[in-house]
C-alpha cells in the first residue's frame, strides 16, 4: 500500500478538496485492511477478497473507496444507511470481519495534538493526522453474514416484477401474497407520483 500522504493527497484530489474527513477515511481504510492482513487492496490478488460497508455518504466513505479500490458498482462497496462514521472491513478469504469507527472523543483532542494550529479547521485536519489510531478510533470484531447475492461477480437471479414488469436483479425482489415485485410497486421507496415523461432530443445518440 502506498504511504499515506500519498494516498491522502490523491483521494482528496479525486474526491475535490482536503478535508479531516478524507483524513479519518485514508486513515479508517489503512487501518481495517491492516487488521485484516491485505498489504496492498489494489493488489490484483486482493481486489476479489475485499468487501467494504461504509455508514455514512460523507466525504469519508469517498476516501474509503479510493483507499481500499472498492466499488458500488464491482459489489465490493456496500453502503448502510446509518450516519455513522465507520467501515466494515471485510476479508472473504478469511471470513474476518473489523468495524471501525471514528471515536466522538477524538474531536475534543484536536487542541491536544494541534495546538500549534490557529485555524479551527486546519487545527482538526492535523489532529487526524497527528492522532493514534487508539484514539482516533474505536474497533470491533464483527460477523457479517453475507448472502450469495450480496457477493462480488455476475448477476447469479433475475426476477420480473409482476406489476409493472421490471427486471430486478440479485435477489433484491420482493414476494407479497406469492406475487413477485420491485420494490417501487411496494410502499418501501424512496419515491413518490411516479410517472413516465417525455424530453427534448429523445433521440440523442453519442456522436462516435
Not at 63 to 85: C, E, H, N, P, Q
Request: with cysteine; proline share 4%.
Amino acid at each position: 500500500m502506498k504511504d499515506f500522504n500519498t494516498l491522502l493527497e490523491t483521494s482528496a484530489k479525486i474526491h475535490g478538496h482536503l478535508c479531516p474527513g478524507q483524513v479519518i477515511g485514508v486513515r479508517m481504510s489503512m487501518l481495517g485492511c491492516r487488521l485484516l492482513g491485505i498489504e496492498d487492496p489494489l493488489d490484483h490478488a486482493h481486489k476479489k477478497k475485499l468487501i467494504v460497508y461504509v455508514e455514512m455518504d460523507r466525504c469519508t466513505a469517498d476516501a474509503v473507496s479510493y483507499v481500499t479500490g472498492t466499488k458500488l458498482g464491482r459489489r465490493t462497496l456496500k453502503f448502510a444507511d446509518y450516519g455513522i462514521m465507520a467501515a466494515t472491513f471485510i476479508n472473504l478469504e478469511s471470513s474476518k470481519a473489523c468495524r471501525v469507527i471514528s471515536t466522538e472523543d477524538s474531536r475534543e483532542q484536536v487542541s491536544r495534538y494541534a495546538s500549534d494550529c490557529e485555524n479551527t479547521s486546519i487545527r482538526q485536519l492535523t489532529a487526524y493526522k497527528r492522532m493514534p489510531d487508539s484514539v482516533l478510533f474505536r474497533v470491533q470484531e464483527v460477523t457479517v453474514r453475507l448472502g450469495e447475492y450480496d457477493l462480488p461477480g455476475p448477476t447469479r437471479h433475475k426476477a420480473i416484477c409482476s406489476v409493472c414488469g421490471q427486471v430486478v436483479r440479485d435477489g433484491r425482489e420482493v414476494v407479497n401474497n406469492g406475487r413477485v415485485l420491485c420494490r417501487p410497486c411496494t410502499a418501501d421507496v424512496y419515491f413518490s407520483d411516479a410517472r413516465d415523461i417525455t424530453w427534448p432530443d429523445m433521440d440523442w445518440v453519442p456522436d462516435e
